[in-house]
Each structure stands twice: as structure tokens, then as C-alpha cells.
């Protein structure tokens, strides 16, 4: 894997090679085991970090106890972005398979941005996707029933992870009904009877901790209402991969980034 190949859309994008390749060499390299901790809410954020492959989850643990998942991180990513303002991490960040992440410690970090302005710019633009993520988030909580927003966590899971198998488009990382109570801020309960309804209607399929979306655009159609009518339709069932370009072209959304452009 070339490390600059999944930086260039993101904190490289930009730079010309010797800049790259510098940033790069101030940075460490760590591989980061399934189930580890790389930082912890409320210690000082004393590094930028980078995801360049695996999942990484960000976590909150509100007061009582219960757990929020704030956000999956994908390769490329920013995350820890705290310690840039010298600041504290807000979230447990926990690897969800193993990973490979860069890190910068923050004085390094503030030093290649303040002489970096391509690479600052790429910073609020991280920061500035994670705040519409958010402003949706919270929309969502505050308009949207369960079913829905279950609906839009599983869609937005294939949009950035989906990889398409004879069942369906399977998530290739283990992706519990607790993982998506935690992610809606939802019950165990409640998710696992919408899951048990859609497994039974063959929307989904569970083995153990593995989630094959099996009928992506009858996913959809729980979020946006309805299923359209595609013109052209296919004379094989389409599924997975497929389906989500199809239900795009049809219906003119973006699972994942249509409520990113509404925001305010």
C-alpha cells in the first residue's frame, strides 16, 4: 500500500511530491491491533492522527453510562484533530479491525500547517465535513423515527464500505445490533426487532457479527418512502453495489452525502 495514495484526497491533497513526502517522514508509523484503545476521551490530545487502513470507531460514554458511536473514521481520515488547539480528546477512538495510522505530535502538526496553506485548507475541510456530519446527526435524532435512521446509518455503512458478495453487499467489519443502537442512539430492543422484521421481509442477513445487506434498494426505500421506477430496470434482480447506483440515477439522492448538501 502507497501511504500517499490514500492521503492524496485529504491532508496531502495539494502538495507537490517533496512536500508530501515530507510531511510523511515526520510522521509515525503504527499498526494498531483490532480492539485497541489509540486514545481516550478527556486525556490531552497530544497528536494528530491519520487512518490509513482498517476502521477505527470514535466513542462517547455519556454520564449513566450508555455508549454513543459518533463516528466510523475510513483510510484517509483525520482524527484527534484536537491537539491542534492544545486541547482534550472528546472521544474514545477504539480500532474496529486492525489498523495502519500515522500521527503527528501537534507541535510537529502546527508547524506543517502554519507553513503548509494548502495543508491548513485541508484541515477545515476535514473539520468542516465533520461538522455538517454532525448538524445531520442531530437533525436526524431530533425528525426521524428509528426505523429511518437505522435505515440511513446501513446505507451510509455500505456507501463507504460496501463490498459486494453473492448475498448481498456485505459490511467487512464486525457491525453488532449494539454497534447500531449505539450509532442512532437507539435500544438494543428496538434495533433488534427492526433488524428481525427485515431479515424475516430478506432485506438483511445476520450471521454472528457479519451484516450482508441482501435488497440495498428496499433499505432505501424504508428511508426516502418508496421505491422508484427505473426505466431501464435489469432482467436480473439487482443488488448490492449495483443497486445503490441504480437507486442514486433513479431517485437523483446521494445515500450518505444528500443531507451534507442541505445542511445549513
Known sequence: MIVSDVLATGLLQGLDKETAESVLLLAERRMVAAGDIVFTAGEPACAVHVLVSGVVHLVQCTPNGSRIIVKYVRPGEVFGSPA????????????VTDCLELQWPSEVMRWLVDRNPAMALNVIRNLEARLREMESRVRDLSTEPVEQRLARAILQLVDTYGQLTEEGVEIPFPVSRQDLADLIGCTLHVVSRTLSTWETQRRVKR??????????????????????????????????????????????????????????
Open 84 to 95: 491542534l488547539l492544545g486541547r482534550f480528546y472528546p472521544t474514545d477512538a477504539i480500532t
Open 207 to 264: 450471521y454472528r457479527r457479519r451484516l450482508v445487506i441482501a435488497d440495498v434498494e428496499a433499505v432505501a426505500g424504508v428511508l426516502y418512502g418508496s421505491q422508484p421506477q427505473v426505466r431501464e430496470a435489469p432482467s436480473l434482480p439487482v443488488h448490492g453495489v449495483e443497486a445503490i447506483a441504480t437507486f442514486h440515477s433513479a431517485a437523483k439522492i446521494s445515500i450518505g452525502r444528500h443531507d451534507v448538501n442541505n445542511a445549513t
